[in-house]
């Protein structure tokens, strides 16, 4: 037995469990191909697990292998990974995978993401009554293909193109699925013209019997001085009416209900860093500032009636770090709900390595004793790229 040591981060004591992924290293002859591996507790008790054998040896035996189980953080509860007499059985919670070639489809039990053609899923079914089928009028998003967008500070506007769509974990058939990885590679194309205006690439990341998801995405830019004033994700919600909900400056959630044409936005424009104390965080209805603070939560959602006078579903989105990486904004409207990895709203800077900008917003007087000349350097930005994490949740 390898004894499994997981430590739940401070202050997150109200999750009761959380998907763990890691690997283990395994010395040349150990571990036989044919040998099969799972998780118990300390009780005994089989944990539902994935064990994938990634690497191997010069002889044939395993030389890494990755681990993903959902953790329960019950107290005094020990995790172990042990030989096992038999492959452990299939679920009824097992993630699905189905690649026709045009469509990837992931099933995880609780939700169905339909990737066809768009870099995020064209359509993702929540499973409400829990029967293991979609239905129609499960449908909580649909034609959000192409929700991933760029807006350069000269006003151009991208929209993300797959150039490839494809599951890598696990890479090949596993059993029991209980982790899947979902890979897209793309361009930001311009809207007008066609033309790149930058790169992308994400990983989605799924687990078995949930609604969640995560997904990494990293924006590359591709040429020398371009700047974003805008990145984002702008997904349709299927709400008869919408509720939105943020945190207030309190803590405690911020709801209003969206009718036509009526916005709520949370805006982080500032945050201490290098040579500057300022912090701000503004919640704004319909453009006008009702709070103003330093920082406030890094989720939002949006939420209502699936039929009229139905049962309350929606999605909610969390960005780790939303403060630390700002500037950063959340825009929810009528049915549409947008997560601003990058945002020049309430005045924030853009995101550009012009040197002028770098001396302006990052290096302030430390550089007022810089040769004018410099202030004029062309900067060479082209393959810098920035990663963000965001969750996403239906329910």
Sequence with gaps: ????????????????????????????????????????????????????????????????????????????????????????????????????????????????????????????????????????????????????????????????????????????????????????????????????????????????????????HKFIITTHGSAFAEIGIDIPVAVQTSNAAVLDTNGAPYQSVLSAGNTLQMVQREFPRFNNNDSECSLLQNGAVVQLGYVRGSWVDLSGPQTPGGVNWGIAVQVPGFAEQFPKAFELKPQRLKVELWSTKEGAMAWSFSTLDLFTSYFGYWMDAAPQSWRNLVSANGGVGKTHEAWFYTH
């Design 1 to 216: 037995m390898i004894p499994i040591e997981l430590f739940r981060n401070q202050g997150s004591t109200s999750v009761t469990s959380w998907p763990a992924t890691f690997g283990v290293p395994l010395a040349r002859g150990v571990l036989q191909p044919s040998t099969h591996l799972g998780v118990v507790n300390d009780l005994g008790q089989s944990i539902p697990s994935q064990i994938e054998y990634v690497a191997d040896w010069e002889d044939g035996s395993i030389r890494w292998i990755r681990v993903s189980f959902e953790q329960s953080y019950s107290p005094g509860r020990r995790y172990y990974l042990t030989e096992l007499v038999a492959a452990p059985p299939p679920r009824w919670d097992d993630i699905q995978i189905v690649d026709n070639g045009t469509e990837l489809l992931i099933n995880t039990a609780a939700a169905h993401f339909r990737f066809a053609g768009g870099a995020f899923p064209q359509q993702i079914h929540f499973d409400l009554n829990r029967n293991n089928v979609y239905e129609p009028q499960e449908l909580l998003s649909d034609n959000a293909g192409g929700a991933f967008y760029a807006v350069r500070t000269d006003g151009r506007r991208g929209t993300l193109t797959p150039t490839s769509i494809s599951r890598i974990a696990p890479d090949s058939a596993v059993t029991p699925t209980r982790y899947a990885v979902v890979r897209v590679a793309g361009d930001y194309l311009d809207d007008q013209n066609g033309l790149l205006l930058a790169k992308a690439i994400i990983y989605y990341h799924f687990h078995a019997g949930k609604e969640r998801f995560r997904l990494d």
